[in-house]
């Protein structure tokens, strides 16, 4: 028998407790970013106990919100932390930003001034360059949420914002993380299922999915420039 050669992955850490983001993770697959699936709420980081089997990571939405306070919170932000201070990189999308945003010191808040739950595309401008995106650039992405981060600490900074929300977009100074309120990793499956009572014009949703993965790209090419190597 032929001998198998160990594939290293980016670890796909889904949060959800409800429907599993498995055509999110199928979308990053299919574009060719080689990726294994991690389930936080089913299993903890049970599944991702070496991180050198791994390029980096990519912690997903969830239909639970930081305030719930479970055991499986905790124990995926101190894995998290450790990892990053492995230099391991990192992106939060959405719960997975909020997540690490609260247990590094920042304030997650629902939004009551305005529409609670926020579903559709929004433009995100960057106040600061990221990788090959310069500082006054902008993005469309699709979002999803009911909750938002507020009050960095010191050791975060804004690099993205709306017109709607501050911290669209985080980074740590000195840790390879970046978290972000909107979806980039949204499928067409997210969109049709999420967006169901009021979807995006087909042009949106088109410009979000590619925005979303250029970003995500831009993500890899700074934190993961071997791997990135290798993609390109």
Known sequence: MKKLTPIKTFAVIDCA???????????????????????????????LKNIDHFYGGFIFGSMSHVHEDLPWHHELADWAK?????????????????????????NVVINKEIEAEQKG??????????????????????VSHSYRVENLPSTMEEIGASDLFKNDIVRHKTLPFVGLQPHPEASD???KSDFKDNPPAR???E?????GINFMMNFLKVYCPEAYKNLS
């Open 82 to 106: 450790k990892a990053l201070e492995q230099s391991f990189p990192l992106l939060g999308i959405c719960f997975g930003h909020q997540l690490m945003c609260h247990h590094f010191g920042a």
């Open 17 to 47: 407790t409800d429907e599993p983001s498995i055509a999110c993770y199928n979308r990053l697959l299919q574009l060719g970013i080689p990726c294994s699936y991690h389930s936080a709420n089913e299993f903890g980081t049970s599944t």
């Open 121 to 142: 595309t929004r433009t995100v401008r960057f106040l600061k360059s990221f990788g090959e995106i310069e500082a006054g650039d902008t993005r469309e992405f699709a």
């Open 203 to 205: 042009e949106n949703s």
């Open 207 to 211: 410009r979000t999915k590619i925005e």
């Open 189 to 191: 499956h997210f969109i």
